[in-house]
Protein backbone atom coordinates (compact mmCIF):
# COMPACT_ATOMS: atom_id res chain seq x y z
CA UNK A 1 0.00 0.00 0.00
CA UNK A 2 1.02 3.61 -0.25
CA UNK A 3 1.58 4.18 3.71
CA UNK A 4 0.78 2.09 6.92
CA UNK A 5 -2.62 1.60 7.55
CA UNK A 6 -4.33 1.44 10.77
CA UNK A 7 -7.80 0.23 11.70
CA UNK A 8 -10.00 1.83 13.33
CA UNK A 9 -9.05 5.43 13.56
CA UNK A 10 -11.29 5.55 16.90
CA UNK A 11 -12.27 3.26 19.11
CA UNK A 12 -14.67 3.23 22.63
CA UNK A 13 -14.80 0.77 24.62
CA UNK A 14 -16.29 -0.04 28.30
CA UNK A 15 -13.68 -0.61 30.72
CA UNK A 16 -12.76 -4.49 30.80
CA UNK A 17 -13.96 -5.55 27.48
CA UNK A 18 -11.08 -6.72 25.38
CA UNK A 19 -9.61 -4.30 22.33
CA UNK A 20 -7.99 -5.42 19.03
CA UNK A 21 -6.44 -2.78 17.04
CA UNK A 22 -4.98 -3.48 13.24
CA UNK A 23 -1.82 -2.36 11.44
CA UNK A 24 -0.92 -3.03 7.62
CA UNK A 25 2.48 -2.03 7.05
CA UNK A 26 4.19 -0.90 4.06
CA UNK A 27 4.39 -3.81 1.99
CA UNK A 28 7.97 -5.00 1.98
CA UNK A 29 8.69 -3.67 5.10
CA UNK A 30 10.42 -6.20 7.26
CA UNK A 31 10.03 -4.45 10.63
CA UNK A 32 7.07 -3.43 12.45
CA UNK A 33 6.62 -1.22 15.74
CA UNK A 34 4.14 -0.30 18.00
CA UNK A 35 4.20 2.64 20.33
CA UNK A 36 1.61 4.37 22.79
CA UNK A 37 1.36 8.27 22.76
CA UNK A 38 0.00 9.95 25.62
CA UNK A 39 -0.69 13.29 26.94
CA UNK A 40 2.46 13.65 29.19
CA UNK A 41 3.83 10.51 28.59
CA UNK A 42 5.05 11.11 24.98
CA UNK A 43 6.10 8.14 22.66
CA UNK A 44 6.25 5.01 25.24
CA UNK A 45 8.13 1.98 22.70
CA UNK A 46 5.59 -1.49 22.99
CA UNK A 47 6.92 -4.08 21.30
CA UNK A 48 9.23 -4.42 18.20
CA UNK A 49 8.71 -7.04 15.27
CA UNK A 50 11.68 -8.08 13.08
CA UNK A 51 11.41 -10.52 10.58
CA UNK A 52 10.70 -14.46 11.75
CA UNK A 53 12.91 -12.99 14.64
CA UNK A 54 11.09 -13.52 18.21
CA UNK A 55 9.64 -9.89 18.78
CA UNK A 56 10.98 -7.78 21.49
CA UNK A 57 8.01 -6.97 23.81
CA UNK A 58 10.40 -5.15 26.63
CA UNK A 59 7.58 -2.30 26.45
CA UNK A 60 4.21 -3.83 27.29
CA UNK A 61 3.31 -2.37 30.19
CA UNK A 62 1.53 -5.57 31.23
CA UNK A 63 0.20 -9.16 30.43
CA UNK A 64 -3.05 -7.89 29.20
CA UNK A 65 -1.14 -6.58 26.01
CA UNK A 66 -0.09 -8.53 23.59
CA UNK A 67 0.82 -8.50 19.90
CA UNK A 68 0.94 -10.62 16.84
CA UNK A 69 2.70 -9.84 13.28
CA UNK A 70 1.03 -12.91 11.19
CA UNK A 71 3.02 -13.75 7.89
CA UNK A 72 5.52 -10.99 8.22
CA UNK A 73 3.01 -8.81 7.57
CA UNK A 74 -0.22 -7.50 9.11
CA UNK A 75 0.09 -6.93 12.84
CA UNK A 76 -2.77 -7.21 15.97
CA UNK A 77 -2.25 -5.43 18.97
CA UNK A 78 -4.80 -7.00 21.89
CA UNK A 79 -5.39 -5.20 25.03
CA UNK A 80 -7.48 -7.42 27.62
CA UNK A 81 -9.54 -6.54 30.39
CA UNK A 82 -9.67 -2.67 29.14
CA UNK A 83 -8.48 0.21 31.97
CA UNK A 84 -8.92 3.93 32.10
CA UNK A 85 -5.57 4.18 31.71
CA UNK A 86 -5.10 2.26 28.85
CA UNK A 87 -6.68 5.33 26.99
CA UNK A 88 -4.23 7.14 24.34
CA UNK A 89 -3.16 7.09 20.84
CA UNK A 90 -1.72 3.74 19.55
CA UNK A 91 0.73 4.01 16.53
CA UNK A 92 2.11 1.55 14.31
CA UNK A 93 5.26 1.65 12.59
CA UNK A 94 7.05 0.24 9.82
CA UNK A 95 10.47 -0.13 7.98
CA UNK A 96 12.71 -1.72 5.79
CA UNK A 97 15.52 -2.60 7.89
CA UNK A 98 18.46 -3.00 7.19
CA UNK A 99 18.39 -1.00 4.04
CA UNK A 100 16.18 1.94 4.73
CA UNK A 101 16.44 2.62 8.48
CA UNK A 102 13.57 5.13 8.61
CA UNK A 103 10.18 4.43 10.56
CA UNK A 104 6.75 5.22 8.51
CA UNK A 105 3.85 6.21 10.75
CA UNK A 106 0.41 5.00 10.30
CA UNK A 107 -2.38 7.68 11.14
CA UNK A 108 -3.06 6.24 14.48
CA UNK A 109 -6.14 4.51 16.59
CA UNK A 110 -7.30 6.63 19.11
CA UNK A 111 -8.63 4.08 22.11
CA UNK A 112 -10.71 5.60 25.05
CA UNK A 113 -11.94 3.29 27.72
CA UNK A 114 -14.81 4.04 29.29
CA UNK B 1 19.98 0.17 27.39
CA UNK B 2 19.59 3.24 25.14
CA UNK B 3 17.92 6.01 26.38
CA UNK B 4 16.90 9.14 25.13
CA UNK B 5 16.32 12.26 27.21
CA UNK B 6 14.35 15.42 25.67
CA UNK B 7 14.48 17.90 28.75
CA UNK B 8 11.74 19.63 27.99
CA UNK B 9 7.88 19.28 27.21
CA UNK B 10 7.09 22.42 25.82
CA UNK B 11 9.41 25.23 24.31
CA UNK B 12 7.61 28.41 23.79
CA UNK B 13 9.83 30.66 21.26
CA UNK B 14 8.85 34.41 19.21
CA UNK B 15 8.49 34.07 15.66
CA UNK B 16 12.08 35.06 14.41
CA UNK B 17 13.77 34.01 17.36
CA UNK B 18 16.29 31.19 17.38
CA UNK B 19 15.01 27.82 18.54
CA UNK B 20 17.22 24.46 20.20
CA UNK B 21 15.30 21.65 21.14
CA UNK B 22 17.45 19.54 22.91
CA UNK B 23 18.21 15.67 23.09
CA UNK B 24 20.53 13.84 25.13
CA UNK B 25 21.20 9.74 24.67
CA UNK B 26 22.90 6.99 26.72
CA UNK B 27 24.74 4.85 24.78
CA UNK B 28 28.24 3.93 25.15
CA UNK B 29 28.75 2.74 21.00
CA UNK B 30 27.75 4.50 17.77
CA UNK B 31 24.29 4.96 17.58
CA UNK B 32 22.45 6.84 14.92
CA UNK B 33 20.32 9.60 15.69
CA UNK B 34 16.98 11.26 14.00
CA UNK B 35 15.02 13.82 14.54
CA UNK B 36 10.98 13.23 14.07
CA UNK B 37 8.33 15.44 14.22
CA UNK B 38 4.55 15.52 14.43
CA UNK B 39 2.63 18.53 12.70
CA UNK B 40 -0.82 19.10 14.25
CA UNK B 41 -3.47 16.22 13.02
CA UNK B 42 -0.45 14.46 10.76
CA UNK B 43 1.10 11.22 11.02
CA UNK B 44 4.42 11.13 12.83
CA UNK B 45 7.55 11.33 10.08
CA UNK B 46 10.99 11.66 9.75
CA UNK B 47 12.62 15.16 9.87
CA UNK B 48 16.38 14.39 9.47
CA UNK B 49 18.93 11.91 10.50
CA UNK B 50 22.63 13.13 11.55
CA UNK B 51 23.92 10.20 8.87
CA UNK B 52 22.71 12.57 6.29
CA UNK B 53 24.04 15.93 7.41
CA UNK B 54 21.15 17.79 6.02
CA UNK B 55 19.15 21.06 6.85
CA UNK B 56 15.69 20.06 6.46
CA UNK B 57 13.05 22.97 6.75
CA UNK B 58 15.75 25.15 8.11
CA UNK B 59 16.60 22.88 10.78
CA UNK B 60 20.11 21.27 11.53
CA UNK B 61 21.32 19.07 14.08
CA UNK B 62 25.07 17.74 15.04
CA UNK B 63 25.66 15.18 16.88
CA UNK B 64 28.15 15.95 19.63
CA UNK B 65 29.47 12.17 20.79
CA UNK B 66 31.77 13.60 24.25
CA UNK B 67 28.21 15.28 25.02
CA UNK B 68 26.11 12.67 23.58
CA UNK B 69 23.79 15.00 22.39
CA UNK B 70 21.91 15.63 18.96
CA UNK B 71 20.20 19.10 20.01
CA UNK B 72 17.92 20.48 16.49
CA UNK B 73 18.65 23.84 15.81
CA UNK B 74 16.85 26.41 13.60
CA UNK B 75 17.98 30.14 13.45
CA UNK B 76 14.66 31.88 12.86
CA UNK B 77 11.97 30.14 14.08
CA UNK B 78 8.49 30.03 12.18
CA UNK B 79 4.61 29.80 12.92
CA UNK B 80 4.51 26.68 10.73
CA UNK B 81 7.21 25.09 12.56
CA UNK B 82 4.80 24.53 15.91
CA UNK B 83 4.51 20.88 16.32
CA UNK B 84 6.11 17.95 18.62
CA UNK B 85 9.24 16.85 17.70
CA UNK B 86 10.90 13.51 19.01
CA UNK B 87 14.38 12.77 19.06
CA UNK B 88 15.42 8.81 18.37
CA UNK B 89 17.80 6.81 18.61
CA UNK B 90 19.02 3.36 17.04
CA UNK B 91 21.80 1.21 17.53
CA UNK B 92 24.01 1.14 14.02
CA UNK B 93 23.89 -1.89 11.90
CA UNK B 94 22.21 -4.84 11.19
CA UNK B 95 17.87 -5.00 12.58
CA UNK B 96 17.69 -2.51 15.79
CA UNK B 97 14.81 -1.14 17.51
CA UNK B 98 14.17 2.90 17.45
CA UNK B 99 13.77 4.19 21.19
CA UNK B 100 12.10 7.81 21.14
CA UNK B 101 12.22 10.47 24.00
CA UNK B 102 9.31 11.58 25.48
CA UNK B 103 9.01 14.93 22.77
CA UNK B 104 8.90 18.77 23.10
CA UNK B 105 5.88 20.43 21.80
CA UNK B 106 7.25 23.38 19.92
CA UNK B 107 5.02 26.58 20.06
CA UNK B 108 6.07 29.52 17.75
CA UNK B 109 4.34 32.84 19.24
CA UNK B 110 3.28 35.41 16.23
Known amino acids: GAGVSQSPSNKVTEKGKDVELRCDPISGHTALYWYRQSLGQGLEFLIYFQGNSAPDKSGLPSDRFSAERTGGSVSTLTIQRTQQEDSAVYLC????????????FGQGTRLTVV | AQRVTQPEKLLSVFKGAPVELKCNYS??????LFWYVQYSRQRLQLLLR??SRESIKGFTADLNKGETSFHLKKPFAQEEDSAMYYC????????????FGIGTKLQVIP
Open chain 2, 27 to 32: YSGSPE
Open chain 2, 50 to 51: HI
Open chain 1, 93 to 104: ASSFQPVNTEAF
Open chain 2, 88 to 99: ALRLAGGYQKVT
